[in-house]
Protein backbone atom coordinates (compact mmCIF):
# COMPACT_ATOMS: atom_id res chain seq x y z
CA UNK A 1 0.00 0.00 0.00
CA UNK A 2 1.04 3.22 -0.16
CA UNK A 3 0.71 6.10 1.97
CA UNK A 4 0.44 10.19 1.05
CA UNK A 5 0.82 12.88 3.57
CA UNK A 6 0.02 15.94 1.41
CA UNK A 7 -1.60 19.36 2.48
CA UNK A 8 -4.07 19.68 -0.95
CA UNK A 9 -6.34 17.27 -0.48
CA UNK A 10 -8.05 17.73 -4.36
CA UNK A 11 -4.76 17.79 -5.68
CA UNK A 12 -3.78 14.17 -3.93
CA UNK A 13 -7.18 12.42 -4.41
CA UNK A 14 -7.59 13.52 -8.36
CA UNK A 15 -3.77 13.04 -8.68
CA UNK A 16 -4.44 9.07 -7.47
CA UNK A 17 -7.64 9.03 -9.49
CA UNK A 18 -5.30 9.92 -12.58
CA UNK A 19 -2.47 7.53 -11.90
CA UNK A 20 -5.32 4.91 -10.16
CA UNK A 21 -3.41 2.61 -7.82
CA UNK A 22 -3.97 1.70 -4.21
CA UNK A 23 -3.24 4.66 -1.76
CA UNK A 24 -4.58 5.62 1.38
CA UNK A 25 -3.95 9.04 3.55
CA UNK A 26 -0.62 8.51 5.77
CA UNK A 27 -0.84 7.48 9.14
CA UNK A 28 1.83 6.73 11.43
CA UNK A 29 0.02 3.56 13.14
CA UNK A 30 -0.15 1.69 9.91
CA UNK A 31 2.56 -0.04 7.36
CA UNK A 32 3.77 1.03 3.89
CA UNK A 33 5.56 -0.19 1.10
CA UNK A 34 6.29 3.25 0.66
CA UNK A 35 4.98 7.14 1.33
CA UNK A 36 4.77 9.97 -0.38
CA UNK A 37 5.46 13.24 1.02
CA UNK A 38 6.33 16.73 0.91
CA UNK A 39 8.16 16.25 4.18
CA UNK A 40 10.84 14.39 4.34
CA UNK A 41 11.06 13.86 8.19
CA UNK A 42 8.91 10.84 8.63
CA UNK A 43 11.38 8.49 10.37
CA UNK A 44 8.57 5.92 11.02
CA UNK A 45 7.54 5.63 7.67
CA UNK A 46 10.37 3.82 5.79
CA UNK A 47 10.63 4.12 2.14
CA UNK A 48 9.83 7.37 0.50
CA UNK A 49 9.21 9.57 -1.75
CA UNK A 50 9.97 12.94 -1.20
CA UNK A 51 8.58 15.65 -3.07
CA UNK A 52 10.03 18.51 -1.43
CA UNK A 53 12.00 19.60 -4.51
CA UNK A 54 9.75 18.68 -7.50
CA UNK A 55 5.71 18.52 -6.30
CA UNK A 56 4.57 16.60 -9.13
CA UNK A 57 1.26 16.59 -7.20
CA UNK A 58 1.07 19.91 -7.73
CA UNK A 59 2.44 20.48 -10.83
CA UNK A 60 -0.39 18.01 -11.99
CA UNK A 61 -3.38 19.96 -10.45
CA UNK A 62 -2.19 23.32 -11.31
CA UNK A 63 -1.84 22.15 -15.02
CA UNK A 64 -5.31 20.58 -14.84
CA UNK A 65 -6.84 23.51 -13.72
CA UNK A 66 -5.05 26.65 -15.04
CA UNK A 67 -4.21 25.11 -18.08
CA UNK A 68 -1.31 26.01 -20.51
CA UNK A 69 -1.02 28.25 -23.50
CA UNK A 70 -0.30 26.04 -26.44
CA UNK A 71 1.03 22.87 -25.87
CA UNK A 72 1.75 20.04 -28.12
CA UNK A 73 2.28 17.95 -24.89
CA UNK A 74 0.58 15.86 -22.12
CA UNK A 75 2.59 16.87 -19.53
CA UNK A 76 0.47 15.92 -16.59
CA UNK A 77 0.98 12.04 -18.13
CA UNK A 78 4.88 13.00 -18.30
CA UNK A 79 4.06 14.13 -14.35
CA UNK A 80 2.57 10.85 -13.27
CA UNK A 81 4.84 8.61 -15.28
CA UNK A 82 7.70 10.00 -13.62
CA UNK A 83 5.64 9.55 -10.17
CA UNK A 84 5.15 5.46 -11.41
CA UNK A 85 8.52 5.42 -11.81
CA UNK A 86 9.34 6.52 -8.20
CA UNK A 87 6.70 4.14 -6.63
CA UNK A 88 7.65 1.31 -8.55
CA UNK A 89 11.57 1.20 -6.89
CA UNK A 90 9.63 0.48 -3.74
CA UNK A 91 6.38 -1.35 -4.25
CA UNK A 92 4.77 -3.82 -6.31
CA UNK A 93 2.78 -1.40 -8.76
CA UNK A 94 -0.66 -2.25 -9.85
CA UNK A 95 -2.82 0.50 -11.66
CA UNK A 96 -6.11 0.47 -13.92
CA UNK A 97 -4.11 2.23 -16.61
CA UNK A 98 -6.83 4.86 -18.65
CA UNK A 99 -7.06 2.17 -21.42
CA UNK A 100 -10.40 0.28 -21.60
CA UNK A 101 -10.28 -3.66 -21.94
CA UNK A 102 -9.79 -4.85 -25.72
CA UNK A 103 -8.64 -0.94 -26.82
CA UNK A 104 -4.98 0.68 -27.16
CA UNK A 105 -6.96 4.26 -26.12
CA UNK A 106 -10.30 6.39 -26.81
CA UNK A 107 -11.44 8.41 -29.31
CA UNK A 108 -14.40 10.81 -28.65
CA UNK A 109 -15.99 12.51 -31.57
CA UNK A 110 -18.00 15.62 -31.25
CA UNK A 111 -19.59 18.33 -33.51
CA UNK A 112 -20.68 21.42 -32.95
CA UNK A 113 -23.81 22.99 -34.44
CA UNK A 114 -23.18 26.54 -35.19
CA UNK A 115 -24.83 26.08 -38.60
CA UNK A 116 -27.84 24.20 -39.58
CA UNK A 117 -28.43 25.56 -42.95
CA UNK A 118 -27.80 28.25 -46.34
CA UNK A 119 -31.16 29.61 -45.25
CA UNK A 120 -30.98 30.40 -42.08
CA UNK A 121 -27.41 32.80 -42.67
CA UNK A 122 -27.25 36.73 -43.90
CA UNK A 123 -26.88 37.79 -46.91
CA UNK A 124 -23.34 38.86 -46.87
CA UNK A 125 -22.75 35.67 -44.95
CA UNK A 126 -23.66 33.59 -47.53
CA UNK A 127 -21.96 35.44 -50.41
CA UNK A 128 -18.82 35.33 -48.33
CA UNK A 129 -18.88 31.67 -48.26
CA UNK A 130 -19.99 31.74 -51.90
CA UNK A 131 -16.97 33.93 -52.61
CA UNK A 132 -14.66 31.41 -50.49
CA UNK A 133 -15.32 29.32 -52.97
CA UNK A 134 -14.37 31.03 -55.66
CA UNK A 135 -11.35 31.43 -54.72
CA UNK A 136 -10.84 28.25 -54.47
CA UNK A 137 -11.62 27.81 -58.04
CA UNK A 138 -15.06 25.67 -57.12
CA UNK A 139 -17.78 27.91 -58.87
CA UNK A 140 -20.41 25.09 -58.70
CA UNK A 141 -20.81 25.30 -55.03
CA UNK A 142 -20.77 28.47 -54.84
CA UNK A 143 -23.70 28.97 -57.14
CA UNK A 144 -24.96 26.18 -55.06
CA UNK A 145 -25.13 27.80 -52.17
CA UNK A 146 -26.44 31.57 -53.53
CA UNK A 147 -29.11 29.51 -55.48
CA UNK A 148 -29.86 27.30 -51.68
CA UNK A 149 -30.43 30.80 -50.16
CA UNK A 150 -32.49 31.85 -52.89
CA UNK A 151 -34.51 28.47 -52.64
CA UNK A 152 -33.60 27.73 -55.52
CA UNK A 153 -31.59 24.55 -54.90
CA UNK A 154 -31.09 21.88 -52.16
CA UNK A 155 -29.01 23.48 -49.43
CA UNK A 156 -25.68 22.20 -49.34
CA UNK A 157 -25.23 22.52 -45.24
CA UNK A 158 -28.45 20.75 -44.53
CA UNK A 159 -25.72 17.71 -43.56
CA UNK A 160 -27.40 15.61 -40.49
CA UNK A 161 -28.16 12.41 -42.85
CA UNK A 162 -24.56 13.01 -44.60
CA UNK A 163 -22.93 12.68 -40.88
CA UNK A 164 -24.97 10.05 -39.84
CA UNK A 165 -23.93 8.05 -43.43
CA UNK A 166 -20.86 8.72 -42.55
CA UNK A 167 -20.47 7.75 -39.18
CA UNK A 168 -22.43 4.39 -40.01
CA UNK A 169 -20.36 3.15 -42.70
CA UNK A 170 -17.44 3.70 -40.35
CA UNK A 171 -19.71 2.17 -37.29
CA UNK A 172 -18.86 4.68 -34.59
CA UNK A 173 -21.50 6.89 -33.29
CA UNK A 174 -20.84 10.91 -32.39
CA UNK A 175 -22.00 13.37 -29.89
CA UNK A 176 -23.94 16.78 -31.55
CA UNK A 177 -24.00 19.85 -29.28
CA UNK A 178 -27.20 22.57 -30.19
CA UNK A 179 -27.22 26.71 -29.81
CA UNK A 180 -30.02 26.51 -27.13
CA UNK A 181 -31.07 30.41 -28.56
CA UNK A 182 -31.63 31.48 -31.73
CA UNK A 183 -29.96 34.82 -32.57
CA UNK A 184 -28.56 35.38 -29.19
CA UNK A 185 -24.88 36.15 -29.20
CA UNK A 186 -24.37 36.20 -25.65
CA UNK A 187 -23.22 38.21 -23.16
CA UNK A 188 -20.37 40.83 -24.20
CA UNK A 189 -20.06 38.58 -27.41
CA UNK A 190 -19.83 40.12 -30.93
CA UNK A 191 -23.03 39.54 -33.13
CA UNK A 192 -21.20 37.18 -35.17
CA UNK A 193 -21.22 34.80 -32.50
CA UNK A 194 -25.07 34.36 -32.84
CA UNK A 195 -26.19 31.36 -34.64
CA UNK A 196 -29.90 31.58 -36.25
CA UNK A 197 -31.31 28.19 -35.87
CA UNK A 198 -34.25 27.18 -33.29
CA UNK A 199 -33.35 24.17 -31.15
CA UNK A 200 -36.87 23.13 -32.14
CA UNK A 201 -36.51 22.21 -35.73
CA UNK A 202 -33.04 20.16 -35.62
CA UNK A 203 -33.12 16.95 -35.81
CA UNK A 204 -32.77 15.51 -31.98
CA UNK A 205 -35.08 12.53 -31.69
CA UNK A 206 -34.06 11.32 -34.75
CA UNK A 207 -30.27 11.81 -33.82
CA UNK A 208 -30.98 9.99 -30.04
CA UNK A 209 -33.29 7.36 -31.22
CA UNK A 210 -30.39 6.36 -33.76
CA UNK A 211 -27.83 6.22 -30.74
CA UNK A 212 -25.78 9.46 -31.53
CA UNK A 213 -25.92 12.03 -28.16
CA UNK A 214 -27.31 15.59 -28.14
CA UNK A 215 -25.51 18.35 -25.67
CA UNK A 216 -25.57 22.16 -25.36
CA UNK A 217 -23.24 24.72 -27.21
CA UNK A 218 -23.58 26.78 -24.27
CA UNK A 219 -23.59 30.60 -24.77
CA UNK A 220 -24.26 32.42 -21.56
CA UNK A 221 -23.97 28.85 -19.42
CA UNK A 222 -21.00 29.42 -18.68
CA UNK A 223 -21.32 32.79 -16.74
CA UNK A 224 -24.17 32.45 -14.81
CA UNK A 225 -26.05 29.21 -12.71
CA UNK A 226 -29.35 30.78 -13.92
CA UNK A 227 -28.41 30.69 -18.05
CA UNK A 228 -27.27 27.40 -16.96
CA UNK A 229 -29.80 26.07 -15.90
CA UNK A 230 -32.26 27.61 -18.97
CA UNK A 231 -29.93 26.14 -21.70
CA UNK A 232 -29.27 22.62 -19.72
CA UNK A 233 -33.58 22.00 -20.16
CA UNK A 234 -33.64 23.63 -23.48
CA UNK A 235 -32.82 19.99 -24.62
CA UNK A 236 -35.77 17.48 -25.26
CA UNK A 237 -36.81 15.79 -22.05
CA UNK A 238 -35.45 12.59 -23.51
CA UNK A 239 -31.88 14.07 -24.45
CA UNK A 240 -31.70 15.89 -20.81
CA UNK A 241 -30.66 12.22 -19.09
CA UNK A 242 -27.25 13.14 -18.91
CA UNK A 243 -26.61 16.40 -20.53
CA UNK A 244 -22.92 17.34 -21.02
CA UNK A 245 -22.11 21.16 -22.83
CA UNK A 246 -19.26 22.53 -24.84
CA UNK A 247 -19.27 26.71 -24.57
CA UNK A 248 -20.10 28.35 -27.93
CA UNK A 249 -16.35 29.91 -29.20
CA UNK A 250 -15.16 28.38 -26.44
CA UNK A 251 -15.49 30.60 -23.66
CA UNK A 252 -14.67 29.70 -20.31
CA UNK A 253 -13.47 31.95 -17.00
CA UNK A 254 -12.39 30.35 -13.60
CA UNK A 255 -16.25 30.04 -12.27
CA UNK A 256 -17.48 28.05 -15.31
CA UNK A 257 -16.65 25.14 -13.85
CA UNK A 258 -18.29 25.46 -10.67
CA UNK A 259 -21.42 27.46 -12.60
CA UNK A 260 -22.12 24.00 -14.98
CA UNK A 261 -21.14 22.16 -11.51
CA UNK A 262 -24.66 23.49 -10.03
CA UNK A 263 -26.50 23.83 -12.60
CA UNK A 264 -26.10 19.96 -13.10
CA UNK A 265 -24.37 19.04 -16.10
CA UNK A 266 -23.38 15.81 -16.12
CA UNK A 267 -19.51 17.27 -17.71
CA UNK A 268 -17.95 19.69 -19.95
CA UNK A 269 -15.78 19.59 -23.09
CA UNK A 270 -14.44 23.49 -23.24
CA UNK A 271 -10.89 23.46 -22.03
CA UNK A 272 -9.32 23.20 -25.40
CA UNK A 273 -7.87 25.31 -28.23
CA UNK A 274 -9.44 27.68 -30.45
CA UNK A 275 -5.94 28.63 -32.29
CA UNK A 276 -4.19 25.19 -31.83
CA UNK A 277 -4.61 21.31 -30.95
CA UNK A 278 -3.07 19.77 -28.27
CA UNK A 279 -3.21 19.87 -24.17
CA UNK A 280 -3.93 22.78 -22.73
CA UNK A 281 -5.21 20.96 -19.26
CA UNK A 282 -1.93 18.22 -20.18
CA UNK A 283 -3.44 15.22 -20.27
CA UNK A 284 -5.06 12.83 -22.24
CA UNK A 285 -7.91 12.13 -19.07
CA UNK A 286 -11.09 12.92 -18.08
CA UNK A 287 -11.02 14.74 -14.91
CA UNK A 288 -12.97 16.47 -11.75
CA UNK A 289 -12.17 20.03 -11.74
CA UNK A 290 -11.15 21.86 -8.33
CA UNK A 291 -14.32 22.85 -6.49
CA UNK A 292 -17.02 21.21 -8.17
CA UNK A 293 -19.12 18.07 -6.62
CA UNK A 294 -19.85 15.64 -10.03
CA UNK A 295 -19.22 17.87 -12.65
CA UNK A 296 -15.94 15.95 -15.16
CA UNK A 297 -13.95 17.71 -17.92
CA UNK A 298 -13.57 16.26 -21.10
CA UNK A 299 -10.51 18.35 -22.43
CA UNK A 300 -10.48 19.19 -26.30
CA UNK A 301 -7.56 18.33 -28.23
CA UNK A 302 -8.39 18.54 -31.88
CA UNK A 303 -10.96 21.37 -33.75
CA UNK A 304 -11.48 21.47 -36.97
CA UNK A 305 -11.16 25.69 -37.05
CA UNK A 306 -7.84 25.45 -35.41
CA UNK A 307 -6.08 23.22 -37.88
CA UNK A 308 -7.58 24.88 -40.53
CA UNK A 309 -8.88 28.30 -40.01
CA UNK A 310 -7.40 32.05 -40.59
CA UNK A 311 -8.93 33.46 -37.73
CA UNK A 312 -10.77 32.29 -34.79
CA UNK A 313 -12.11 34.36 -30.98
CA UNK A 314 -10.46 33.64 -28.01
CA UNK A 315 -11.75 34.82 -24.53
CA UNK A 316 -9.22 37.04 -22.94
CA UNK A 317 -9.03 39.26 -19.76
CA UNK A 318 -10.17 42.01 -22.07
CA UNK A 319 -13.09 40.19 -23.95
CA UNK A 320 -13.28 38.17 -27.65
CA UNK A 321 -9.95 38.87 -29.04
CA UNK A 322 -9.87 37.70 -32.85
CA UNK A 323 -6.59 35.60 -33.12
CA UNK A 324 -4.64 33.61 -35.86
CA UNK A 325 -5.37 29.99 -36.49
CA UNK A 326 -2.72 27.48 -37.82
CA UNK A 327 -3.93 27.76 -41.60
CA UNK A 328 -2.78 24.16 -42.83
CA UNK A 329 -3.31 22.22 -45.67
CA UNK A 330 -4.87 18.57 -45.27
CA UNK A 331 -1.22 16.87 -45.73
CA UNK A 332 0.11 19.52 -42.26
CA UNK A 333 -3.64 18.68 -40.79
CA UNK A 334 -3.48 15.11 -40.40
CA UNK A 335 -0.01 15.24 -39.56
CA UNK A 336 -0.53 17.32 -36.53
CA UNK A 337 -3.55 15.21 -35.47
CA UNK A 338 -1.64 12.36 -35.97
CA UNK A 339 0.91 13.10 -33.60
CA UNK A 340 -1.89 13.89 -31.00
CA UNK A 341 -3.07 10.44 -31.99
CA UNK A 342 1.03 9.16 -31.13
CA UNK A 343 1.00 10.40 -27.86
CA UNK A 344 -2.81 8.31 -26.84
CA UNK A 345 -1.05 5.23 -28.24
CA UNK A 346 1.96 5.85 -25.70
CA UNK A 347 -0.21 6.78 -22.65
CA UNK A 348 -3.51 5.83 -23.36
CA UNK A 349 -6.69 8.19 -22.22
CA UNK A 350 -8.85 9.66 -24.72
CA UNK A 351 -8.55 12.17 -27.91
CA UNK A 352 -11.70 14.47 -28.00
CA UNK A 353 -12.00 15.54 -31.59
CA UNK A 354 -14.71 18.86 -32.66
CA UNK A 355 -15.41 18.66 -36.26
CA UNK A 356 -18.15 21.50 -36.77
CA UNK A 357 -21.53 20.01 -38.52
CA UNK A 358 -20.98 22.82 -41.45
CA UNK A 359 -17.51 21.55 -42.27
CA UNK A 360 -18.68 18.43 -44.89
CA UNK A 361 -19.44 21.24 -47.16
CA UNK A 362 -17.96 24.08 -49.06
CA UNK A 363 -16.32 26.11 -48.71
CA UNK A 364 -14.73 23.95 -45.48
CA UNK A 365 -15.23 20.69 -46.72
CA UNK A 366 -13.06 19.28 -44.59
CA UNK A 367 -14.02 16.09 -43.85
CA UNK A 368 -11.10 14.29 -45.53
CA UNK A 369 -9.01 14.41 -42.48
CA UNK A 370 -11.91 13.51 -39.71
CA UNK A 371 -12.16 10.33 -42.26
CA UNK A 372 -8.38 10.17 -41.60
CA UNK A 373 -8.21 10.56 -37.89
CA UNK A 374 -11.04 7.83 -37.67
CA UNK A 375 -9.24 5.52 -40.35
CA UNK A 376 -6.04 5.56 -37.94
CA UNK A 377 -7.86 5.52 -34.75
CA UNK A 378 -9.55 2.44 -35.85
CA UNK A 379 -5.86 0.64 -37.19
CA UNK A 380 -4.79 1.63 -34.16
CA UNK A 381 -7.28 -0.44 -32.49
CA UNK A 382 -8.98 2.71 -30.83
CA UNK A 383 -12.62 2.69 -28.60
CA UNK A 384 -14.19 5.48 -30.91
CA UNK A 385 -17.51 6.63 -29.31
CA UNK A 386 -19.76 9.53 -28.06
CA UNK A 387 -18.26 11.65 -25.59
CA UNK A 388 -20.53 10.86 -22.65
CA UNK A 389 -19.48 7.09 -23.21
CA UNK A 390 -16.14 8.30 -22.37
CA UNK A 391 -17.17 10.11 -19.40
CA UNK A 392 -19.59 7.19 -18.45
CA UNK A 393 -16.08 4.82 -18.64
CA UNK A 394 -13.73 7.25 -16.38
CA UNK A 395 -16.45 7.62 -13.89
CA UNK A 396 -16.70 3.88 -13.28
CA UNK A 397 -13.13 3.81 -12.83
CA UNK A 398 -12.79 6.49 -10.92
CA UNK A 399 -15.48 4.67 -8.71
CA UNK A 400 -13.04 1.33 -7.69
CA UNK A 401 -11.17 1.34 -5.31
CA UNK A 402 -7.76 -0.91 -5.66
CA UNK A 403 -6.12 -3.01 -2.56
CA UNK A 404 -3.68 -6.01 -3.00
CA UNK A 405 -2.02 -8.53 -0.74
CA UNK A 406 1.07 -10.03 -1.45
CA UNK A 407 3.57 -12.83 -0.20
CA UNK A 408 7.06 -13.80 -2.46
CA UNK A 409 4.47 -15.96 -4.74
CA UNK A 410 0.90 -14.15 -5.30
CA UNK A 411 -0.63 -11.40 -5.61
CA UNK A 412 -4.32 -11.04 -4.46
CA UNK A 413 -6.10 -8.18 -5.93
CA UNK A 414 -9.18 -6.56 -4.62
CA UNK A 415 -11.33 -4.30 -7.03
CA UNK A 416 -14.01 -2.73 -4.65
CA UNK A 417 -16.19 -0.72 -5.78
CA UNK A 418 -16.60 -2.00 -9.64
CA UNK A 419 -19.69 -2.03 -10.73
CA UNK A 420 -19.70 -3.45 -15.19
CA UNK A 421 -21.56 -1.73 -17.57
CA UNK A 422 -22.79 -3.72 -20.15
CA UNK A 423 -22.90 -0.99 -22.97
CA UNK A 424 -19.14 -0.10 -22.22
CA UNK A 425 -15.61 -1.54 -22.42
CA UNK A 426 -14.45 -3.57 -19.08
CA UNK A 427 -11.46 -2.35 -17.08
CA UNK A 428 -8.28 -3.21 -17.24
CA UNK A 429 -6.02 -3.68 -14.26
CA UNK A 430 -1.70 -3.57 -15.17
CA UNK A 431 0.16 -5.34 -13.03
CA UNK A 432 4.28 -4.09 -13.05
CA UNK A 433 5.59 -7.63 -13.42
CA UNK A 434 8.29 -9.59 -15.86
CA UNK A 435 5.83 -11.62 -17.46
CA UNK A 436 8.13 -14.51 -17.84
CA UNK A 437 7.51 -14.61 -13.81
CA UNK A 438 3.89 -15.28 -13.85
CA UNK A 439 2.88 -18.86 -13.26
CA UNK A 440 -1.24 -18.29 -13.42
CA UNK A 441 -3.60 -15.82 -13.41
CA UNK A 442 -7.56 -16.23 -12.47
CA UNK A 443 -8.75 -14.24 -15.41
CA UNK A 444 -8.07 -13.04 -18.86
CA UNK A 445 -5.18 -11.61 -19.62
CA UNK A 446 -1.92 -9.90 -22.13
CA UNK A 447 1.46 -9.72 -21.69
CA UNK A 448 3.06 -6.51 -22.12
CA UNK A 449 6.74 -5.02 -21.74
CA UNK A 450 7.38 -5.46 -18.04
CA UNK A 451 3.72 -5.74 -17.16
CA UNK A 452 0.71 -7.80 -17.57
CA UNK A 453 -2.55 -6.66 -18.47
CA UNK A 454 -6.24 -8.32 -17.03
CA UNK A 455 -9.35 -7.89 -17.85
CA UNK A 456 -10.88 -6.37 -14.74
CA UNK A 457 -14.46 -7.33 -14.67
CA UNK A 458 -14.51 -8.71 -11.07
CA UNK A 459 -13.95 -7.77 -7.53
CA UNK A 460 -11.26 -10.53 -7.00
CA UNK A 461 -8.36 -11.45 -9.27
CA UNK A 462 -5.47 -13.59 -8.01
CA UNK A 463 -1.42 -13.73 -9.62
CA UNK A 464 0.83 -16.63 -9.24
CA UNK A 465 4.30 -15.66 -9.29
CA UNK A 466 7.57 -18.04 -10.26
Partial sequence: MIGVEYDDEYAAQEVFQLLKVPWEWYTPTSTYDVVITKNGHLPEAGNVIDLADNDLIK?????????LPRNRTPICEEHLDALRQKIKRFSPLIEIPPIPWGY????????????TSVRERSVPSVLYAAYNCFRQ????EGVR?????????EDPWDLFETWRALEEEHQVKS??????????????????????????????EELTAGGWEVGVHGIDNWTDKASADAERISLLKDARVKVGTRVHWLHFDEGT????????????????????VGFRAGTLQVYKPRGVERLLELPLHIQDVSLFGRHCWVTTEKGCERVDCLSLDEDEAYRTCSAILDQALRYGGVVTVLWHSDCLAAPRDWGDVYTGILNRAKADNAWITRAIDIVDWFRMRRRVRLDYSKTKEHLSITVAGLEPARSLPPLRLRVHVDPEQVRHI????????????????????????A
Avoid: M
Fill in 145 to 153: IVLAKLGLA
Fill in 104 to 115: AYSLALTHDVDI
Fill in 257 to 276: WQILDDAGYEYDSTFGYNED
Fill in 137 to 140: RRFL
Fill in 442 to 465: DAEYVCGDGYVDIRCDREQVNVVL
Fill in 59 to 67: KIADTLNEG
Fill in 175 to 204: TFYFLPRNGHAGIGSPKIRAGYYSIDDVPI
